[in-house]
């Protein structure tokens, strides 16, 4: 690991104004991803501001929204009352992530901000965009089964990793953050980004930006969602695909819908047209499957992860079945 400047940040302006004074900084939440990446030396910062002892608070808003600061640790958040009886997705979100001893350490902030797992990502020795702009990407030709099938780019197939950011992206959450610019906040759909020609360019945040808060409106949809990750073991494992959805049914009907995938794509990735071939129809298994399959239609498989598209339509069709019952 290379030597670098530690400072522990006592505002969110203080930890702003020492990443532009510093040297190719990083902010350290939990560490549980960055920390990795510097061993591997694949993050070299020369500055790292720690930024554990801000904004570590849950709080409903008088408009009912919920304000969660990005120091919260993950396990906080999966217990909270107010996460577990209006948000359950989030909370099973958070449970299929990692490890208990992970969610323990692991940041809001961290978690929206952790890199994909791809292998040639950590192989120093393989070509990666991500990792090296321009070199190539050797997944595409590489074994490729936990990658992208939506959303790629011949620069790119990796997917994102959270859990967590999936249930945050059927729910419309609110990204919040400061800079040298001010404060500004960021739908959660636009704030991570599709690979393009530029994959190390993972999210819309400026230099030096700080998440702050992901803040949570008001349930527009039925509190009753569900959370469900296919993974090849129990515990530990990313997901091959997940699903994150909500369904109101009114008169037989389908009157609102939310459906967000991990593991299909570079971001957490939400499923509108799926969504919108919902809306408005019968609550059958056949509708159902249409549904995820006018989403999927426009996959693009790789030689080894074809197997996502059916699996990720199976998923969808079981989430919708659960939540209507």
């Not at 560490?31 to 801000?54: K, Q, S």
């Not at 809306?279 to 298994?285: D, E, F, Q, S």
């Not at 499957?289 to 498989?301: G, I, K, T, W």
């Not at 079981?318 to 209507?324: D, I, M």
């Amino acid at each position: 690991m290379l030597s670098f400047d530690y400072a522990r940040a006592r505002s969110a302006t203080d930890a702003i104004d020492r990443a532009a004074a510093g040297l190719d900084p990083r902010y350290l939440g939990g560490g549980t991803n960055l920390v990795d990446l510097m061993r591997e030396t694949i993050e070299r910062p020369r500055t790292v501001i720690d930024v554990t002892g801000l904004a570590d608070e849950i709080v409903e808003q008088p408009d009912g929204n919920i304000l969660i600061g990005a120091a919260v640790k993950n396990t906080a958040l999966a217990e909270h009352r107010l996460i577990r009886t209006r948000y359950p997705m989030l909370a099973r979100a958070i449970l299929a992530g990692a490890s208990a001893q992970i969610r323990n350490m692991a940041t809001v902030g961290g978690n929206l901000l952790q890199r994909t797992r791809c292998y040639y990502f950590y192989d120093g020795a393989a070509r990666c965009n991500k990792r090296a702009p321009g070199s190539g990407c050797d997944a595409r030709d590489g074994f490729n089964r936990i990658h992208a099938i939506l959303g790629a780019s011949p620069a790119c197939v990796a997917t994102h990793p959270s859990d967590m950011c999936v249930a945050l992206t059927a729910l419309d959450a609110i990204v919040h953050v400061e800079g040298p610019e001010g404060a500004r906040r960021i739908p959660f759909g636009e704030f991570h980004l599709l690979p393009g020609d530029r994959p190390e360019i993972e999210t819309v945040l400026k230099p030096f930006e700080l998440i702050t808060a992901v803040e949570l409106p008001e349930a527009s949809v039925s509190p009753r969602g569900a959370y469900r990750k296919v993974r090849d073991r129990a515990s530990y494992a990313f997901a091959l695909v997940s699903v994150a959805a909500a369904l109101d049914v009114a008169d037989g009907k389908v009157s609102a819908a939310r459906i967000a995938l991990g593991g299909v794509a570079h971001k957490p990735w939400r499923a509108h047209k799926a969504e919108a071939a919902l809306i408005g129809g019968a609550v059958t298994l056949e509708a159902f499957r249409a549904a995820a399959e006018s989403e999927l239609v426009d996959a693009q498989p790789l030689r080894d992860n074809g197997f996502k598209i059916e699996l990720a339509t199976r998923t969808i069709v079981a989430v919708l079945q659960e939540l209507s019952a």
